[in-house]
C-alpha cells in the first residue's frame, strides 16, 4: 500500500511517496504551471509533476489520506486511490485499480478503467462513466452526462428508494415484530393479508363490472340492429354513399353504448384499477424485501437466519430451484385456468395467453438470482391470487355479488372436466 502524507511548512509542501519517490513543491519560487523532478534515488525512478493545482497524475501505485485533490487534468495509472475527502475538477480519471473511500467525487469529465469504485459518498457531474468492474457503496448518483453503465442502476436506486417501497418495508418490519414470527411466515402472513384485504375487494368489483357489461351485450346487439335500420333509412333519403353510413352507424353505435355504461355505471376502463393496484404493490413489496436482504440492512442477519426448509437463508437465492420452479408452475396454472374460461378465443386473446405463458416460465430464471425472501413473496402471492380466483367462482360469492350474467352452478366440476378434456385426452 503506498501513501500519500502532506506535510505544510512556510514555503514548501512535501509529498513523500512511498513506492515511488518523494516529489517536494515550493510555492514561492516555481510559478504556476512549473514542473519539479524529484532526484533519483535507489530503486525509485523520477517523478515528473506539475505545481498545485496538479495537472497531471500518473503512475502512481497508491494514493490515499488526502483531504482535496482537485484541478488535475488527468488522473491516471494509480493502483489505488482511497481515504480522498473531496475528488474534483479532474479532466480525466482512469486506470485506477481501486477508487475507494472518497467523500465527494465530482467535476470529472470522464472517469472509465476503474476496476472497483465504492464507498464514495457522493458521485456527481460526471460527463461519462464507463468500463467500471463494480460499482458499491455509492449513496447518491447525479449529473451524469452520459452513463454507459449506471444509468440504469440509477433509475432504479431511485424507485428502491422511494416512498411506497420504504412504506413496504415499515410494514413488513412491524408484521414481524408485531407477531413474533420467523421471518418466512412473517412474509406469508403480510402477502395474505394485503392480497386479501385490498387486492381480493377489488377483484370482486371487477368481477361484478364485467358481469354488468356482458348483460348489456344482448341489449347492444339489438340496438345496434335497429341504429342500422334507421342509418339505412336516411341514408337513402339524403344520399349517402356507403362510406358516409359506416362512418354514422358507428359514431351513433359508440354514443349509444357509452349512455349505457354511464346509466349502468359500468364502464370497461373499471375493470382494470385490479391491475393498477396490485402490480404497484407487487412492485413494492419485491423492492423493499430485496432492500431488507441487502448486506448493508440493519435485519441482514434476522433474515439471514429467518428461513425454513430448503430456504434457511432468505437472504441469497434459492440454490435448490424449488420455490422458483414452483412459482412458475402456479403462473401457468393460473394462466391455464383463465384460458378455459374462453370458448373461442380471438386471435388477440391467444397472442396475449401466450405471451403471459412465456413470461412465466421466463420467471423461473429470474427468481432464482434473486433473494429467497423475494422468491417467496412471488410465490405466495400468486398461490393466493390462484385461491381467490377459484373462491371468486362460488355459486354463493356469486348470489352475494348479484352478478346479472349468468354463472355455472357447479364452476369447478366444470372447470375440472374443462381441464381434463383439453389436457389429459
Known sequence: MLSVAGSLRTSVLQLPVRGVCSATFNRKSSAPGHTCTAPPSAGCPAVCC???????????????NVGTLSGAGTLSGVGTLSGVGTLSGVGRLSGVGRLSGV????????????????????????????????????????????????????WYSSLSDSAPVHLSEHFLVS?????????????????????????????????????????LQAEISELAKRLRYEVS?????????EKECRFQFKKNLRRIVSQLYVRDNCHPF?????????????????????NLSLDQSALHSDLAAGGALWFSDLTSPDSTWILPVCLGLINLLIVEVFSLQRVNPSRLQKTVTNFIRAFSVL??????????????????SSLVGFSH???????????????????????????LSAFITKYCR
Open 50 to 64: 506539475h505545481m498545485l493545482p496538479v495537472r497531471t497524475l500518473s503512475a502512481v501505485r497508491g494514493l490515499s
Open 103 to 154: 467523500g465527494r467525487l465530482s467535476g470529472v469529465g470522464t472517469l472509465s478503467g476503474v476496476g472497483t469504485l465504492s464507498g464514495v459518498g457522493r458521485l456527481s457531474g460526471v460527463g461519462r462513466l464507463s468500463g467500471v468492474g463494480t460499482l458499491s457503496g455509492v449513496r447518491r448518483l447525479s449529473g451524469g452526462g452520459h452513463d454507459d453503465s449506471a444509468g440504469a442502476a440509477g
Open 175 to 215: 408484521v414481524q415484530q408485531m407477531s413474533g414470527l420467523p421471518w418466512w411466515l412473517s412474509i406469508v402472513v403480510a402477502t395474505l393479508s394485503v392480497r386479501t384485504l385490498i387486492t381480493l375487494p377489488l377483484a370482486a368489483y371487477q368481477m361484478v363490472i364485467i358481469s354488468k357489461v356482458e348483460a
Open 233 to 241: 333509412v336516411r341514408a337513402r333519403e339524403r344520399g349517402w354513399t
Open 270 to 290: 373499471k375493470a382494470s384499477v385490479l391491475v393498477w393496484v396490485q402490480l404497484p404493490l407487487w412492485i413494492s413489496f419485491s423492492l423493499a424485501l430485496r
Open 363 to 380: 420467471m423461473i430464471p429470474i427468481a432464482a438470482t434473486v433473494p429467497s425472501s423475494m422468491a417467496l413473496y412471488w410465490f405466495t
Open 389 to 415: 380466483n377459484l373462491f371468486l367462482r362460488s355459486p354463493t360469492i356469486h348470489k352475494i355479488l348479484k352478478l346479472r350474467s349468468h354463472r355455472s352452478d357447479s364452476p369447478y366440476r366444470d372447470l
